[in-house]
């Protein structure tokens, strides 16, 4: 049995050389001592300790693992007699401990270590020279040289160029860092981007080393309680809604994106009474002031106002039983836009609501996930028969569709428009290998996403700002 010490009392190496288990609960953790010839334990509070069972006896047999007191680590030679022609001799630096070498050769002789660029400890006083060649330093004689660990060497020490740490997005350590140990590892001093802190945990394969990352985004939730910042996996952007209670009367939590919810008003905020004369709250009271789908998120930050008074009295007062109702702004490329007042089919401004298309080379389609709009699609009879890329030709139906309708990529009411591009990929055929033009990955986005109709000029300009707001919102995951 093996005596237990705290911590505090256990002289410890850097180098753990085991583990065991208590007796009665717990694990032990091994340490060797300051003299590299006495054992020590930690842990156990009971302080107590049961020794490793896996020591062995090379050319004999070992000590049992019930009752040795010299097995301590796994692996280590431990023996209690040994077979013909082979006789029990000590174990440097382990005490007690003995190994079964040939019959005659005595006590095995004292490794000689080495020590380059530095001085070598004193061959008959080192207790940390455990094989012939290892490396095991006093201290460093060359400029720049610093101390570090002997691998599988409990205590000792090596002579090396310090390695060149580095630290994004931050400032590393200086030179010689004691938690820097190879090249190009994470070594941060202090994280000068902004949201950026220092990590909590080490760096992989670097004890007491930090990185910088990224902060995670502080969220709020208006009229409730947010979800916890630790627990949350809705919380995406700072200052975006991610509700977990509503705590104000009036107020309801609804969906917003997919997964993450925000308190919206209710006609109950409006307590029975409207600002404009002759007008009155009718109906149910737990109606929402303007649906999670009528907002009007920002693609990129995720934020939106929230609906107000003004929104509550659009979808909630009445007059002479005639309710009124908040009127979007659509349009209609290539074609005439329904009257806002009239159409029930315009949910957002700036979403596509046609009532009729001013050119055959344009049909009047249903948009599918827009609730009964219509769209002016382009047919491959907008190419008036001519292809830009030589050789290629408009050939097969005028009327087939650029792009079908299935196809357009909607998201919350908005599509991009095919444009001639879309066009002569699908129109235009090689007659000699028949083969249609290669968009090359084309993918536009139209000023439309915004709520614009825009041109083809101006939706070319905005083009690559529109499809990183795209992908910013598919890595999100909010839609797909």
Excluded at 17 to 46: K, M, N, P, R
Excluded at 175 to 184: K, L, P, Q, V
Excluded at 185 to 197: A, F, H, K, L, R
Aim: with cysteine.
């Amino acid at each position: 049995m093996l005596p237990g010490k705290n911590e505090a009392e256990a002289t410890s190496m850097p180098v753990e050389i085991g583990s065991a288990s208590c007796l009665g609960s717990g694990t032990a953790t091994f340490y060797c001592s300051q003299s590299g010839a006495e054992l020590q334990v930690a842990g156990c509070a009971d302080e107590t300790a049961t020794a490793p069972e896996n020591c062995k006896c090379d050319n004999g047999q070992k000590n049992p693992a019930h009752s040795t007191n010299t097995c301590y680590r796994n692996d280590q030679q431990d023996c209690m007699s040994c077979y013909n022609g082979f006789a029990l001799a000590p174990i440097p630096h382990i005490d007690d401990a003995q190994q079964c070498l040939p019959a005659g050769t005595g006590t095995p002789a004292t490794p000689t270590c080495r020590c380059d660029d530095g001085t070598m400890k004193a061959a008959d006083s080192t207790a940390t020279c455990y094989q012939n060649g290892q490396q095991d330093c006093d201290f460093c004689t060359e400029t720049d040289y610093v101390e570090r660990p002997v691998p599988n060497a409990p205590g000792a020490k090596q002579c090396r160029l310090p390695p060149v740490c580095g630290c994004d997005h931050g400032t590393k350590n200086p030179a010689g860092s004691a938690t820097c140990f190879t090249d190009g590892q994470q070594d941060c001093y202090e994280c000068t981007e902004p949201d950026y802190n220092l990590s909590d945990s080490d760096v992989p394969g670097a004890p007491g080393a930090r990185s910088c990352v990224l902060a995670a985004p502080v969220c709020e939730c208006q009229h409730g309680r947010k979800n916890p910042a630790e627990t949350t996996s809705t919380c995406y952007e700072p200052g975006q809604q991610d509700c977990l209670q509503c705590t104000d009367p009036g107020y309801v939590l609804t969906f917003i994106r997919m997964d993450w919810k925000a308190c919206l008003p209710t006609c109950e905020i409006l307590n029975g009474a409207c600002s404009a004369p002759g007008y009155n709250v009718t109906g149910d009271s737990s109606r929402l002031c303007r649906a999670g789908n009528e907002l009007d998120v920002n693609m990129t930050t995720l934020l939106f106002p929230l609906p107000n008074a003004t929104d509550c009295e659009a979808t909630c007062c009445t007059t002479a039983g005639t309710p009124t109702r908040h009127v979007f702004e659509c349009e209609c490329a290539n074609g005439e836009p329904k009257p806002a007042e009239e159409s029930q089919t315009c949910h957002r401004d700036g979403q596509q609501d046609c009532a009729q298309c001013f050119d055959s080379a344009y049909v009047l389609t249903d948009i599918p996930g827009v609730d009964g709009a219509q769209a002016c699609l382009p047919t491959c009879g907008v190419l008036g028969g001519a292809c830009s890329a030589p050789g290629y030709n408009v050939t097969g139906d005028s009327s087939q569709l650029c792009r079908a309708a299935g196809d357009l990529n909607v998201t919350n009411s908005l599509f991009s428009l095919p444009d001639m591009t879309d066009c002569e990929a699908t129109c235009c055929t090689n007659a000699t290998t028949e083969t249609h033009i290669a968009t090359g990955g084309h993918s536009k986005v139209e000023e439309v996403i915004f709520g614009g109709g825009g041109t083809n000029a101006s939706n070319e300009s905005t083009t690559n700002a529109t499809e990183e707001a795209v992908e910013a919102i598919q890595e999100k995951q909010c839609w797909s």
